[in-house]
């Protein structure tokens, strides 16, 4: 099942690389007595872009469409003033503080980028941003591609979550709402705390930048 699945994800790789390269796959034609495959909006929930659905076909578009997008490999990576020296010293006194301030999160994301996790902050932030959707048919769309970037076992950017909640996601994403990733988002948020967080603290960007602001500081 695993490589026929791998199988045919190439296959859909290699005919979205053609169209790309200005070439046009070759329409489907209706058999007599067949459904339409294409028909129907109802997609086959495999969410692993393993199926052949009209969704993974308009990928793409529908991606270019999202506003809550969070940029990757950048330095920064959320618009805020630089850190106070208090601020700074009270990233150490709780993570909650830490992810409380722009400054703190930019810092930390940068961090992880060292230590090739990154995408747990990303994918935090995208959930922080979906959480605030109102509009039933974004809400859908957005939770698509936060499933498709951060929870398919195919991306490239898959978190670390234990099966009780994956199972949850794939039901509730039979109908998506803005509580679908909540407890992704809190086994994630107790991740970075309980693993990456400690070793942050006692990373040297974490302490250059601290000793840089104490310097600055006129108490010091």
């Known amino acids: 099942m695993g490589s026929e699945r791998m199988e045919m994800r190439k296959r859909q790789m290699s005919v979205q690389q053609e169209s790309a390269a200005g070439g046009t796959a070759p329409a489907q034609q209706d058999q007599p007595g067949q459904a339409n495959p294409r028909g129907s909006n109802a997609c086959c929930f495999c969410w692993c872009c393993c199926c052949s659905c009209s969704w993974n076909e308009d990928r793409d578009e529908r991606n270019r469409k999202t506003s809550y997008d969070v940029k990757e490999g950048t330095a920064d990576c959320e618009d805020c003033p630089k850190p106070t020296l208090e601020e700074v010293r009270s990233w150490g006194q709780s993570f909650d503080k830490l992810m409380s301030c722009p400054a703190g999160r930019n810092s930390f ?10 995408e747990n902050m990303l994918f935090w932030l995208a959930c922080e941003e979906f959480s605030k959707e109102t509009n039933k048919s974004m809400i859908e769309e957005k939770a698509r591609v936060i499933y498709e970037d951060y929870i398919s076992i195919l991306s490239p950017k898959e ?23 909540e407890d992704a988002q809190l086994q994630i948020y107790t991740l970075m705390q309980r693993d990456s967080y400690p070793r942050y603290l006692n990373s040297p960007a ?10 600055q500081s006129p108490e010091s």
């Open 109 to 118: 994301r940068q961090f992880l980028r060292t230590e090739f996790s990154e």
């Open 206 to 215: 974490h302490k250059n930048l601290l000793n840089s602001l104490s310097e």
């Open 159 to 181: 978190v670390s979550l234990d099966s009780r909640v994956r199972e949850t996601i794939n039901r509730n994403m039979q109908e998506p709402t803005s509580h679908t990733f």
